[in-house]
């Protein structure tokens, strides 16, 4: 069974740093596209961050200069540093991919595999 796990969220406070890390299990992906999004209290789900397979990131407007995506292959694992963190990041987060897939993009519906999210909270 393939799975996307999760791990890394927790409580901090404005200022603090986290990372959050998504291994996938049950096969390996290849050429694939992962992003993280997240999903506050009463707010829909919305993009945070991508990777292609080739390393080409992509990050929304309010995390730019904050936070970092990157992945390491050999480990099926993607990673979210967090820097920086602000309460506005507070969310559940998480990861996707869409595997055989170069190209990375922001909507939602391109990625066919979510894991079950990170809690993320920021305190003032």
């Known amino acids: 069974q393939v799975q996307l796990v999760e791990s890394g969220g927790g409580l901090a406070q404005a200022g603090d740093s986290l990372r959050l890390s998504c291994a996938a299990s049950?096969?390996?992906?290849?050429?694939?596209?992962m992003a993280w999004f997240r999903q506050a209290p009463g707010k829909e789900r919305e993009f945070v961050a991508a990777i292609s397979w080739g390393g080409y990131a992509i990050y929304t407007d309010s995390v730019k200069g904050r936070f970092t995506i990157s992945r390491d292959n050999e480990k099926n694992t993607l990673y979210l540093q967090m820097n920086s963190l602000k309460p506005e990041d507070t969310a559940v987060y998480y990861c996707?991919?869409?595997?055989?897939?170069?190209?990375?993009?922001?909507?939602?519906?391109?990625?066919?595999?979510w894991g079950q999210g990170t809690q993320v909270t920021v305190s003032s």
């Open positions: 996707a991919a869409r595997d055989g897939i170069m190209v990375v993009k922001t909507t939602q519906s391109f990625y066919d595999l």
């Open positions: 049950g096969r390996t992906f290849t050429n694939s596209g």
